[in-house]
């Protein structure tokens, strides 16, 4: 089935810093997300962005289907911005709607 | 608009006891699916429900159950519980059209 690979595993950023996380995945897809795993978790919708570049305030993503990557930049980051990010996507071939294939996630530590 | 409500929120098991979950998406959503997640594993599909019939299903062994009814609402059970059964079951719906995933806030289950 297709891989989902998440890069780096583990980020520690002082606050007011930048960071880039990375999702590589091994084949087409119809759909990826990027969801921020809060301490309680909950997993909360960042980006639906299966192609194409999107912006939310200090967040922004980009997925190239046709290379099979997707980047999820933080600009500004705050200490609010601390937990797991994880990418997660539908395979075009084998997958439904409803079965999203997770990355092991990005554990991001912001200091104040 | 509600978001993806899911009960009990925590519960305590013992082995070989069974338990049953339950979610109700977001109105107007008629996919649900259902999520497993622990430390080792991380994210692992369980199964989707779409218009009451189950769509797909991940590699779970028999004890693990679920239905939709024709509310949309879903019960995943999993019986002769087992402690490598603690975990985080988390719960989505599907935005129709756009296959977009909203998730519930999870029921976190301790198997003793």
């Known amino acids: 089935g297709i891989q989902v690979e998440q890069s780096p595993p583990d980020l520690i950023l002082q606050e007011g810093a930048n960071s880039t996380l990375r999702c590589n995945f091994s084949?087409?897809?119809?759909?990826l997300q990027w969801f921020h795993q809060n301490p309680w978790g909950q997993l909360i919708n960042l980006f639906y962005i299966p192609s194409g570049t999107k912006q939310n305030g200090r967040l922004s993503a980009t997925t190239v289907a046709t290379e099979r990557y997707s980047l999820l930049y933080i600009s500004s980051s705050q200490t609010t911005d601390s937990g797991v990010y994880f990418c997660?996507?539908?395979?075009?071939?084998?997958?439904?709607?409803?079965?999203?294939?997770f990355g092991k996630g990005t554990k991001l530590s912001v200091k104040p | 608009k509600a978001g993806v409500t899911q009960t009990p929120r925590y519960l305590i098991k013992t082995r070989g006891q069974q338990v049953t979950l339950s979610c109700s998406p977001i109105?107007?959503?008629?996919?649900v699916s259902w999520y497993q997640q622990t430390p080792g594993q991380g994210l692992q599909f369980l199964f989707e429900?779409?218009?009451?019939?189950?769509?797909n299903k991940g590699n779970f062994p028999g004890r693990f159950s679920g239905r939709q009814f024709s509310n949309s609402r879903s019960e995943m059970n999993v019986s002769t519980l087992e402690l490598g059964d603690s975990a985080l079951y988390l719960c989505a719906s599907t935005r129709g059209g756009t296959g977009e995933l909203f998730f519930g806030e999870g029921s976190r289950l301790t198997v003793l």
């Open positions: 109105s107007g959503h008629r996919s």
């Open positions: 084949d087409s897809v119809n759909n």
């Open positions: 429900y779409f218009s009451e019939t189950q769509r």
């Open positions: 997660a996507v539908v395979a075009n071939y084998g997958g439904s709607q409803g079965n999203l294939i």
